[in-house]
């Protein structure tokens, strides 16, 4: 029966770090005021033929806060970087100087920043719909396993405490990318 207990909890942990580790990689792709190699990830590029990720086929550096410059591995990718960030829909105008190709980023508007917000913040919600959901099934487990009652209120009370840490986890991730967005 412990084991049963320890699967039940386990994968339950496991469904809310997925959803947790979700809203970080969602995150990433909203844009603050910083230039960040992550703005670019999306970004594909045609290589030989193949759609490829940008940062296979370069490096993408930022030397200063609103630069970004991405340094192709062969000299000829630099029109087919310039087409595949402008295919992106990213809002960047890439210029070449003939080695690199340097995307200044503009500053965002105040009513940007809002709009910005209210997406991550959507997607923190999203997240914690993940994790009400993986709760509600971990309870389910518990009430189909037929555990006796102590045992039963137990675990659903860990599972509680295990979905709360997640949440508040949730909430503070959601508040750094907030403050980021809305400082200018």
Avoid: C
């Avoid at 029966?1 to 496991?14: C, G, H, L, T």
């Avoid at 105008?93 to 009513?111: A, F, K, Q, R, S």
């Avoid at 997406?119 to 509600?136: H, T």
């Avoid at 189909?144 to 709360?164: G, N, R, S, Y």
């Amino acid at each position: 029966m412990n084991e049963e207990i320890e699967f039940i909890i386990d994968s339950a942990k496991e469904s809310m770090q997925e959803a947790l580790n979700h809203l970080k990689k969602q995150l990433v792709n909203i844009r603050a005021g910083k230039a960040n190699p992550s703005m670019l990830g999306s970004v594909m590029v045609e290589y030989y033929g193949t759609m490829t990720p940008l940062n296979q086929v370069s490096n993408v550096n930022t030397p200063d806060a609103r630069t970004l410059t991405i340094q192709p591995f062969e000299k000829g990718m630099i029109k087919e970087i310039e087409k595949g960030i402008m295919n992106a829909n990213l809002g960047f105008n890439p210029m070449n100087n003939g080695d690199n190709v340097i995307i200044n980023v503009p500053p965002l508007t105040e009513e940007r920043r809002k709009q910005l917000s209210k997406q991550a913040k959507a997607e923190a919600e999203e997240a914690k719909i993940g994790v009400r959901n993986d709760r509600r099934n971990a309870m389910n487990e518990i009430k189909k396993a037929d555990f006796p009652e102590d045992v039963q209120k137990d675990t659903e009370e860990e599972v509680q405490k295990l979905t709360d840490s997640f949440i508040e986890e949730i909430d503070k991730i959601y508040a750094t990318k907030d403050k980021e967005i809305m400082t200018v």
